[in-house]
């Protein structure tokens, strides 16, 4: 697992989405921050508390969303995090 770190104020920014709320949503909020700053990233966040809006399912959240797109579903590891951060693209690049 990486250090959480603060990112490089020049670091690629990732745009995602949580979704969910309470205690399950906090904690995938900071292990994706760690994640992304150990990888020198920064992230733009657009937090959801509405998961029905989107077309999600309670059952489903906490979820990350890219462009859209379910990326995950639960509470993943800081590691599965991380290794799909890179793997995604920063913003302008998608």
């Known amino acids: 697992m990486t250090i959480c ?3 490089p104020p020049d670091a ?3 745009a995602l989405t ?3 709320s309470g205690e399950s949503l906090l904690r995938l909020e900071k292990r994706l ?6 990888l020198g990233l920064a992230l733009a ?3 959801r508390k509405d998961p ?13 969303l890219q462009a859209g797109r379910m990326v ?3 509470l993943p590891r800081t590691e599965e995090i991380e290794a799909w951060l890179r793997l995604a693209p920063p913003l302008g690049k998608q």
Do not use: H, K, N
């Open 5 to 7: 770190r603060v990112p």
């Open 12 to 14: 690629p920014v990732i």
């Open 18 to 20: 949580l979704v969910g």
């Open 33 to 38: 921050g760690c994640a992304a700053s150990g």
């Open 45 to 47: 966040l657009d937090i």
């Open 52 to 64: 029905e809006a989107l077309g999600i399912s309670l059952a489903q959240t906490p979820a990350i």
């Open 72 to 74: 995950f579903s639960g």
